[in-house]
């Protein structure tokens, strides 16, 4: 059981590339969400999605795209970083439900230059 | 809208009790969560109220007031493993089923000998 798993863990891009940050969990949890966390401004919701076919934008989604075609995988798209998109990315899961606690991937941390 | 405020920074004395204050105004509310969060990880799951009280688990304790939009985290006999940052979560009821979960900006606490 390898809970939330995110890749890759460092990554730096420049100005106008695209990417995708991967988020995988095993535990059959019908949420998965992604934030992102800058100093002094917590965590901050990006995206989210409550089962396989269904997304929603959180508070901050300009800029990131995102699909869920299976329970299992919710990949964060950049499709042009913007230096104003370095930060730390945690993708987080849980079981639906009010009491669910999320579980948190291990977060990747991007540079945009 | 959703405000979560909570303290920058607090610093307590090894072995001593420290309490960690939180409010909250959101359109609705389904319950509050914190986290902890050591520098370079990912946020771990500490505590759960959607009633008002105190909720008790080993050295640390959280307490609830939903009329008052309050909450706190105490923490009891300070270990230095304890200096991390707390945060504080709070999941909106929107009438549909969603884990979302807005945070605060966390509280910095530094634990000295």
């Known amino acids: 059981n390898a809970g939330v798993t995110q890749t890759p863990k460092f990554q730096v891009l420049k100005t106008g590339q695209s990417m995708t940050l991967q988020c995988a969990q095993d535990?059959?949890?019908?949420?998965m969400s992604w934030y992102r966390q800058d100093p002094g401004m917590g965590l901050r919701l990006i995206h989210y999605s409550v089962g396989a076919g269904i997304t929603d934008q959180g508070e901050v989604p300009n800029g990131y795209n995102v699909s869920r075609s299976t329970t299992e995988d919710f990949p964060l798209r950049l499709l042009s970083a913007a230096p104003s998109q370095t930060s730390v990315y945690f993708c987080?899961?849980?079981?639906?439900?009010?009491?669910?606690?999320?579980?948190f991937g291990s977060g990747t941390q991007l540079s945009v230059l | 809208g959703q405000n979560i405020d909570q303290p920058t920074e607090m610093t307590a004395t090894e072995g001593a009790i420290v309490q960690i204050n939180c409010t909250y105004q959101t359109s609705g509310f389904n319950g509050l969560f914190w986290y902890q969060q050591h520098a370079g990880e990912a946020p771990t799951f500490l505590s759960y109220?959607?009633?008002?009280g105190l909720e008790e688990k080993g050295r640390f304790s959280s307490f609830l007031s939903r009329s008052k939009g309050y909450s706190y985290l105490l923490l009891k006999e300070l270990q230095m493993k304890d200096s991390a940052s707390y945060l504080c979560a709070v999941r909106p009821y929107y009438g549909g089923a969603t884990n979302k979960l807005i945070f605060g900006t966390g509280t910095l606490l530094a634990v000295q000998p």
């Open positions: 109220n959607v009633l008002d």
């Open positions: 535990m059959n949890h019908e949420y």
């Open positions: 987080a899961s849980s079981t639906l439900g009010a009491g669910e606690k999320l579980l």
